[in-house]
Every structure is written in C-alpha cells, then in structure tokens.
C-alpha cells in the first residue's frame, strides 16, 4: 500500500520522445502518438502524406529512426552513437554501406555485360546460383545469396526486356553535319545523350535514311525545315516525340511513315532506343522544362498515314 | 538426410531465380523475345513469392 502511494507521490519526470512498440514499420507514428497524446494515426497520414511532398515523409521518418531511441531501451539512438563514434554502431553501418555498393556494382556489372553480348553468360550466372540455393537450402540454407542473385538477375532482366543494347560507349555525343556526304547511315550511345543536327544539311529530293539508337538515354534529332520525316522507333521503355507526334510506354513499337511531297526530300528514320527517348524537332529539344519537348509540323510530307 | 533442417525461403528463392535464368536463356537463344510487360510480372511474383515464405518461415519461428 505505502510503496503505491510512494509511487503516486512521485513527481513526473520529463516526457521522453521514444519510438513505440506498438508499431507499423520502426514505431515513429506510435511514439509521436504518445507523446503529444494524439492518435498515431494522425501522424501516420501526415507522414504518408509529406512523402508526395517530395519525400519529406520519407527523410522524417529515417531521421526519426536514427535519431530517436526506441522506447524501453537504455541506449542512445542508433545515428547519436554513431556521431558519438560507437564502434559497434560504425561497424554495423561500415557492413551495410559496403553490403550496398557490393550489390550496386554487381547490379551495373550485370546490366553492362547483358547488354554488350554477354546476355546467355548472364543467364547461365543466374541459373547457377538459383541451383546453388536450392542445394544450399537442404543443408540449412543461403540466404546471404539471395540479394547478390537479384542483383545480377533483375538488371540482365530489364536489358533484356527493354532489348538494350550498350555498344557504343558512355557520355554526351554532339554531330552536326554540313552535306549530305557528312551525314553517317548511323549514331549510336550506349549510355548518355546523343544529338544529332542535320538542320545545315541540303537535303536532295528522294529517301535518305539514317539509324539513332542508344541503349539508356535520350536520342535529340533536329530536322532542317522542308524535309518530310518517317520515322520507325522501337523502345523498351519511354518516350517518342517525332515533331507533331508522340507516344510513351513500354514495349513501344511506332512507326509513321508519311510520304513525302514532289520533290521533296524525305529523312527515314530509324530509331532504337531501350530506356529512355527519341526526339525528333525542327528546334533543338528542352530537355530541363515541363513543356512539350519537340517542335514541328511534318508538313513538307504530302500525305500521312496514322501513327501506330 | 543431413540432419540439419531444409530452408523454404533459400529453397523457394533459388527455384525462382534459376526460373528468371531461364527466361533469360531463352531470350538470350532467341527462343523467346522477352518484354517488360511479362519480365515485370515475373519478377513481381519473385519477390512476392521469396517474401510470402520468409514471413511464413518467421511466423512459425516464433
């Protein structure tokens, strides 16, 4: 009875911010909840909602769980040791960072070699260790395995899918031809932005035809005025804008092959891209604003056909 | 045969992974032409199928 009102008499010490117990993911919106004594779910939906705001949501949250102990522990939260120099703390985030850039690299690795010829190599890679974990899992298992095996196999899955194909190096590709004799039959980026300027070019009546492709990335094409375009574009994923039509989505398979009016050139194009886009404009293309990127009419073509 | 117990989660895992091997070695052969719009409800299914077991496997942990 004394040790009850003993305990009653005590005076409250200050209200501590902890995450809860009582949690969803890591507890944030419950120890809020509690501590300015308010449903959790008010601040559940508020984090939810200033996720759309930008990923603030998100920020909070991860700063809330560093930084926040969790409630009934003695310890200082997990970011505080760290800052403090922790060594089991620092340890264990040394670990994760390297768990992570092994993973990213075996992610690139794989999307690289998919994508330049060594797809079936890839594919071999991918049974092996799938096989490797069946066996591992009747002698207690692997499960360490299984984020190296997803990292090889979701990358070489999505070149494959999108049909990407990174030949042709790394970077920003500029060319801006004078004659006719200067255009290439074809331009190629593996990964990166590829231009090509024709508007100084004096294109003659009669089909000329020239080849964009880039494995990820954006492909910009600037047309001269008085030249009807075709265009056949194939994407895994993205965006096509050919002067006065687009179209998006995955697995893009386009084409729109007006012809051309007498005596007027016609440019034939031939557009590969596996993630990303194709633009072609009769101005050089915005790539850094929310307006429509491309510019143009097609009206140099004599009839058109519809896109499909 | 070992003794030691067999591990659903490596064992549904490793299934799925050489299955995504083998899309890939089918596509690889030109035997099939792989797109996103089947790669992405494979893979979905992958991971939904490595997760469903994990939680399964930790509930009956407990």
């Keep these: ?308 | 045969m070992s003794g030691r117990p067999r591990d659903t989660v490596s064992l549904v895992a490793g299934l799925a992974i050489a299955g995504l091997g083998v899309l890939l070695v089918l596509d690889a052969l030109e035997a099939l032409d792989l797109s996103l719009a089947y790669l992405a409800p494979a893979v979905t299914a992958t991971a939904g199928a490595i997760l469903l077991v994990h939680g399964l496997s930790r509930s009956r942990e407990r």
Aim: one cysteine or more; proline letters at 5%.
């Design chain 1, 1 to 308: 009875m004394n040790d009850t009102t003993e305990t009653q008499q005590l005076p409250p010490g200050p209200r501590r911010l902890t995450r809860s117990r009582n949690r969803i993911i890591g507890g944030v919106g419950g120890g809020l909840g509690r501590y300015f004594n308010i449903d959790p779910i008010i601040f559940r939906i508020g984090l939810v909602a200033l996720t759309f705001v930008g990923g603030t949501g998100i920020g909070i949250y991860i700063a809330a769980l560093l930084f926040v102990p969790a409630e009934g522990s003695d310890k200082p939260a997990v970011g505080v040791r760290f800052f403090r120099g922790d060594r089991g703390v620092l340890r264990r985030v040394g670990l994760i960072l390297a768990v992570l850039v092994g993973t990213l690299m075996l992610a690139i690795g794989s999307a690289w070699a998919a994508g330049t010829g060594s797809d079936a190599v890839v594919a071999g890679l991918v049974i092996a260790v799938g096989l490797a974990l069946v066996a591992a899992a009747f002698r207690g298992g692997a499960r360490w395995l299984i984020l190296p095996a997803l990292a090889v196999a979701l990358p070489a899955g999505v070149v494959a899918a999108a049909d990407v194909d990174l030949h042709g190096g790394v970077g920003e590709r500029s060319y801006r031809p004078q004659t006719v004799a200067e255009v290439q039959d074809s331009y190629r980026v593996g990964v990166g932005h590829l231009e090509v300027d024709l508007r100084d070019v004096p294109f003659k009546a009669g089909d000329h035809e020239i080849e964009l492709g880039a494995g990820i990335g954006a492909v910009d094409l600037i047309v001269p005025e008085g030249v009807c375009v075709a265009t056949k574009a194939r994407l895994g994923a993205g965006y096509v804008g050919a002067l006065d039509r687009e179209t998006d989505g995955v697995d893009v398979d386009w084409t729109n092959q007006p012809a051309a009016a007498p005596r007027v050139p016609r440019l034939v194009v031939d557009g590969d891209v596996g993630l990303g886009a194709l633009l072609i404009s009769d101005r050089p293309v915005r790539h850094d604003d929310d307006r429509r990127a491309v510019s143009g009419t097609n009206a140099a073509c004599r009839t058109e056909t519809a896109a499909r």
